[in-house]
């Protein structure tokens, strides 16, 4: 019972998706006969999932979009709350719990029915999300979009803005949706170039499914934050930045994370060094330790703490 209960637990997963699996390859993903894939479907069935099954020799298998969301059964305004709350923890708004959400979305947005999606899309429109950090804004059809392409093994194209050279449009086999300090990445083999590349998701536009199935790859090294970052770091930033605080390295460690190293100077004292393409993201983080400091490089940073303090300081006399 336990083995059957783990394998329609499967079978859902990959149902989910709402590509067409042909029988064969499903039973052949579940290592059972076409038989037991018969007897599994049915037993979804009776628990109220919608699957359409077309016979012949390309006979196969799909779930339904559109149907009630078994077996929660949620009504229409539970289901509409759920996706509004996941897009927003999608966004950030609830720490580490970014790529839980994209892949929860990607899974509820599918089985809802044309009308509610059109009631998120609306609310999300009118709605701005509180979320700290400083990171790009994201337009959450795009992530789930790309979320959906992702989970599903199907090939994406899209327009892509990077940060050096001209636009243009790609074709990719999506891998993961990687979010990564205040920033949100994918992961994909690029079918043009015939390598693997990384994506920043703010500067995609227009991603549309193709329909084309394909087989994962496997990502150099097999863990695809740890590549992401490998290439990230060689990518150089424009900023070198030095600051000294008065403020014990652990402290300074547990706000900053990778993204700057800290060194002891003298008791009570350290050094913050960061290498970033955007001088907001140490100015947030100087903010955020509230120590005294003195920025030993570059001069664009002191100009920049400068200038927003001066901002906060005007916006204490309304």
Known sequence: MANTSARMLRLLSLLQTHRYWPGSELAERLEVSP?????????LRELGYPVDASRGVAGGYQLQAGAAVPPLLLDDEEAV??????????????????????????KVIQLLPPRLRRR?????????????GGGP?????????????????????FDYSPREGAAGGRHVEP??????GRKWYLLAWDLDRGDWRSFRVDRIAGPALTGARFRPREIPG????????????????????AVLLAAEPDRVRAVVGHWGTVEPVREGVCRLRMNVDDLGWPTMVLGVLGAPFTV???????????????????????
């Open 81 to 106: 709350a759920i996706a509004v709350g996941l897009r927003s923890a999608a966004a950030g708004a609830v720490a580490g719990f970014e790529e839980t959400s994209v892949r929860a979305l990607a």
């Open 35 to 43: 038989r037991t894939l018969r007897r599994d479907v049915d037993r």
């Open 296 to 318: 030993e490089s570059p001069a664009e940073l002191r100009e920049n703490v400068q200038a927003v303090g001066r901002n906060l300081l005007r916006g204490t006399t309304l």
């Open 120 to 132: 998120i899309d609306a609310l999300q429109a009118v709605t701005s999300p509180g979320v700290f």
């Open 175 to 180: 891998h993961r949706l990687v979010p990564l």
């Open 137 to 157: 804004a994201l337009d959450a059809g795009v992530l789930t979009t790309i979320a959906m392409a992702t989970r599903g093994e199907e090939r994406l194209r």
């Open 222 to 241: 097999g863990d695809p934050v740890v590549w992401l970052r490998s290439r990230i770091r060689a990518i150089p930033n424009r900023y070198d930045v």
